[in-house]
Nanobody, 123 residues
Framework: EVQLVESGGGLVQAGGSLRLSCVTS????????IGWFRQAPGKLQEGISC????????YYADSVKGRLTITSDNAKDTVYLQMDGLTPEDTAVYSC????????????????WGQGTQVTVSS
């Protein structure tokens, strides 16, 4: 059974940082793309970052570029999302997902999802 478990969310002041973790199990970690998504109340889900485990290709949405960094740890089957310079507009539920490898993880179809972790940024 494929499982993805996010952690690291919480309440932080504007300008602060958080590091989210996505621990995977039940998949051959190196064969999958891992993406991070977020959904704020009343808004559509937004794909914000992803990493192709096969070649290390990464993607960042314009809304987070320069403030977020995605990395992976093969030994721990874990993908991290370092978030710096947070603003209240970053408040959302953040979820990770796994998808089949493709030349561009931003266009991958993601088929397995975690439950999400809440990030709240106060002003």
């Amino acid at each position: 059974e494929v499982q993805l478990v996010e952690s690291g969310g919480g309440l932080v002041q504007a300008g602060g940082s958080l590091r989210l973790s996505c621990v995977t199990s039940g998949i051959t970690f190196g064969d999958y793309a891992i993406g991070w998504f977020r959904q704020a109340p009343g808004k559509l889900q937004e794909g914000i970052s992803c990493i192709s485990r096969s070649d290390g290709h990464t993607y960042y949405a314009d809304s987070v570029k320069g403030r977020l960094t995605i990395t992976s740890d093969n030994a721990k089957d874990t993908v991290y999302l370092q978030m710096d310079g947070l603003t209240p507009e970053d408040t959302a539920v953040y979820s990770c997902a796994a998808g089949a490898p493709s030349p561009n993880c931003a266009t991958t179809t993601y088929t397995h999802w975690g439950q999400g972790t809440q990030v709240t940024v106060s002003s």
